[in-house]
DNA sequence: ATAATATGTGGAACGCTTTTCAGAGCAAGC
DNA sequence: GCTTGCTCTGAAAAGCGTTCCACATATTAT
């Protein structure tokens, strides 16, 4: 297929000519612009953007971790950057990493190879001086707090979270109160188990341990919850939980087992998926499609500014009580 | 940062030898090898990717495009076609197109810019001569039948899919059945209805128009169905749903209008998403995370066999059947 | 001993566009 | 009449890696 340099040896001019009509640059002859457009269209000619990207040094590709594509959390989250990005004539990059920080760190290397303007990172298991490392080849957000010096995030705010779902659980009454949460040791799972703890001391509850339970990923997992709790000695009466699929998952276990929710086990659910609408449960809710729209605002701000290399900027989403059924 | 010009003078090589070290080639001495490895190294280089496409014509990313983004049957196939790109080096460039045309012929446009090695398309509405146009820059895979003449695809079989849940409808004695499908005028859409059509033909019963629901999309257009069904003289015993969302919704409202599924309203979805198993939802179901994998491996297959150019290809996918408790 | 093959290396062309700089022509302003 | 400032254009450099071709040396085979 033809290039720069054919369309411009046919339209009679030099390829900055070419080049600056392409690019809508004025000072173009009108006559001269109509008559190369009128070539670049007969030849069928469009830019390599490879060599586009070479000469500008950008992409306009953001890159976007995840740990698994096929969540609601995670697919909310890219449907809010990637509204966002269309505006912006971004294109996402969108990379499944498992969690394992080997292909997280091959991602960063979008980065480094220039193969990604930016990087939106909903999920990480890379160690913070990687992530400090790699923000030196570019922007990266982060869609969870972290504590690097460099690498700005956009978040919800787990802590308040948790905090609200127990003050509403104990105004309704209850004591007994157990919980849910993902990755063990995430930032996320950190905050949330401090509202936890703080508000059981708040009311000199002495935690139970066999009412906590991490490592809940799967709709199975929410399920075997309910298995577990049915062999301790004394049950909860509610559980908070991190997200509302684990929370369908006990639901319908507990229904399964003749345990009725709300009247034998409350349960309020931490996220604003579309199961928890229809199954109609209670949920302290943020929205993942704002926290996307945000962090690609964001990320975008970050790629033009230059000043902003290497100043850390924290947003945090306020999460709301939306009570259903379930409580 | 150091381009490879620099990491040759300092190594005092030619900048073959050390693209030849880059790209693991025989024919370096073990020694030069190991010294240029070491420079590499200390100048903390790695190689400008978009030199590399420009100069090698492959970019390694392939185009994946899709109405949304939050959707579960979209997100298996993603989730199938992302596993098995990461076993082959490949990036995926996830396009949402909101099924419009202008925005799905951008997507196309990467592949003759060279953006993109190949395209799948989860979904499209471009006309079919489009489609075969692009096709000349670039294999693309459709995830649904099309009547191109040299576009391949890897689809379930919906017109089977459709005729298993009819046949075991009418097995069970149902007689008044009624249908929802997506999008009106899809190629999906009409072996659907061409299934429904003919089964309820070879019982000799005339279809009931009130009974067919078409643009259903969300869970709320499944509630809605509900309401239509309850003004309509006569109610169907069963409906045959396209996906199990939808069904979902059909069924959470009917419960709470009283009507008892499947006593009064029997159920069946028609995909293997999750939401059919925690609604124990009757499904006839195919796998669309393997329909992903299937798709990338034949893309990949065209990318590296120019034999294969403009030879079309289909191949499909047959669904089971799998009981569970809403019929 | 000679031919043939394998190993190792450099030069230069190729892939393609953007952008800076220099300069030409022309109009307006003083 | 001369300066200033637009408008318009082209040459050339810059961005960077891959690969073909030519050539040199070292083995191995005949």
Redesign the pocket.
């Known amino acids: 297929?033809?290039?720069?340099?054919?369309?411009?040896k046919l339209?009679?001019?030099?390829?900055?000519?070419?080049?600056?009509v392409?690019?809508n640059?004025?000072?173009?002859?009108?006559?001269?612009?109509a008559e190369i457009l009128k070539i670049i269209e007969e030849q069928n000619?469009?830019?390599?953007?490879?060599?586009?990207h070479?000469?500008?040094?950008k992409t306009m590709v953001i890159g976007v971790t995840l740990p698994l594509v096929n969540n609601q959390y995670y697919s909310s989250i890219i449907e809010g950057i990637a509204a966002e990005a269309v505006q912006h004539h971004y294109k996402l990059m969108v990379c499944q990493t498992n969690n394992n920080p080997e292909q997280e760190r091959s991602v960063l290397h979008l980065l480094k190879?220039?193969k990604i303007d930016g990087l939106i990172m909903c999920s990480r298991s890379s160690s913070c001086e990687t992530l400090n490392e790699y923000a030196g080849y570019g922007p990266i957000i982060t869609c969870e707090a972290n504590d690097t010096t460099s690498v700005s995030s956009v978040h919800i705010d787990h802590y308040q979270t948790f905090l609200i779902g127990m003050e509403y659980l104990m105004k309704k009454g209850h004591r007994r109160i157990g919980y849910c949460i993902g990755r063990k040791n995430s930032f996320n799972s950190q905050h949330r188990k401090r509202a936890y703890y703080e508000k059981l001391r708040s009311i000199d509850v002495t935690p139970t341990p066999e009412w906590s339970f991490e490592e809940c990923l799967t709709i199975q997992d929410g399920k075997d919850v309910v298995g577990k709790l049915l062999q301790t000695e004394e049950r909860p009466t509610a559980m908070i939980v991190s997200c509302n699929h684990i929370a369908a998952g006990i639901i319908k276990e507990a229904s399964r087992l003749g345990i009725s929710v709300p009247e034998d086990l409350a349960v309020v659910g931490c996220d604003d998926q579309p199961i928890g609408e229809l199954l109609e449960i209670t949920t302290v809710s943020s929205s993942s499609t704002l926290m996307g729209k945000y962090a690609f605002e964001m990320l975008h701000e970050r790629i033009w500014t230059q000043q902003l290399v290497g100043k850390k900027e924290e947003k945090e989403l306020s999460p709301v009580l939306v009570e259903r059924l379930t409580t």
Chains 1, 2 share one sequence.
Do not use: D
């Open positions: 297929m033809a290039n720069i340099r054919e369309i411009a339209a009679g001019v030099s390829v900055s000519t070419v080049s600056r392409l690019n640059h004025p000072y173009v002859n009108e006559k001269k612009r000619y469009v830019q390599n953007s490879n060599a586009v070479l000469s500008t040094g190879n220039k």
